[in-house]
C-alpha cells in the first residue's frame, strides 16, 4: 500500500472545540440524508439531492468501500454536542509527490452561518500541512457559489482564477474559481 492508500485506510479521528472528524460508519446514513435531501444543499455538488433513506445508505457504503481501498473519502462531521452528522469534508485529491491536496466540504443547511465547516476545515489545514507535509491546498469552488467562496476567503485562501467551463454539473457547464492557500501563507495569518 502506498502512502495515500494507508492514509484513506486509515482515517484519523479528528477533534474541534465543537465537531469531531472521523471515518463514516453505516449507523450515520439517517444523518446524511437529513441534509444530503435538500436541494438546496446539493445544488452546487455532482450529486443530486438524495430522495430516500436507501440513497444514503448507498451513499455511505460507497464511502465505506473508498475507505477498504485506500481511495480518496470524506471524513463525517459530527457536532460534538448532539453526536449528529452534520456535513462532510475531505481532501477530494491528495497528490504526496506534489505535496498538494485538494479540499471539499459539505455542510447541513440548518448548521450554515454558524463558523461550523471553517472550524473543521482549520483542523483538516493545520492536519494536511503538520502530518502530511503539504505545501499547498486547493479548493475550486462554482463560481455562484458564493457561501463556499466567502468560506475559502475567511480561511486565507486566495483565488488563482477563474476556470471557463470547467466542470458538467447538472447538465450545466459551470466556471471554477479556483482557491489556494500555500503553507507559508497559512503560517503567517
Not at 54 to 60: G, I, Q, R, W, Y
Not at 98 to 104: M, N, V
Not at 141 to 170: P, W
Request: glycine content about 6%; hydrophobic content about 40%.
Amino acid at each position: 500500500m502506498n502512502r495515500k492508500q494507508v492514509f484513506f485506510s486509515n482515517l484519523p479521528v479528528l477533534e474541534t472545540a465543537r465537531l469531531r472528524l472521523r471515518p463514516f460508519q453505516l449507523e450515520d446514513a439517517p444523518d446524511l440524508f437529513s441534509y444530503a435531501s435538500s436541494a438546496l444543499v446539493s445544488r452546487f455538488l455532482p450529486w443530486e439531492a438524495h430522495r430516500t433513506l436507501s440513497d444514503s445508505e448507498e451513499f455511505v457504503s460507497f464511502i465505506l468501500k473508498q475507505y477498504e481501498e485506500g481511495r480518496p473519502a470524506p471524513w463525517a462531521v459530527e457536532l460534538k454536542e448532539t453526536g449528529n452528522v452534520i456535513g462532510t469534508i475531505d481532501f477530494v485529491a491528495w497528490f504526496p509527490e506534489h505535496r498538494r491536496a485538494e479540499l471539499g466540504f459539505v455542510l447541513s443547511e440548518e448548521y450554515w452561518g454558524r463558523g461550523l465547516i471553517a472550524e473543521a476545515a482549520r483542523r483538516v489545514i493545520a492536519y494536511g500541512f503538520d502530518y502530511l507535509d503539504l505545501v499547498k491546498i486547493k479548493a475550486p469552488a462554482i463560481t455562484e457559489n458564493v457561501q463556499s467562496r466567502r468560506v475559502l476567503e475567511k480561511l486565507g485562501f486566495k483565488l488563482e482564477g477563474i476556470l471557463k467551463q470547467e466542470y458538467i454539473i447538472k447538465g450545466k457547464s459551470r466556471d471554477m474559481a479556483v482557491y489556494s492557500l500555500i503553507k507559508e501563507q497559512e503560517r503567517s495569518s
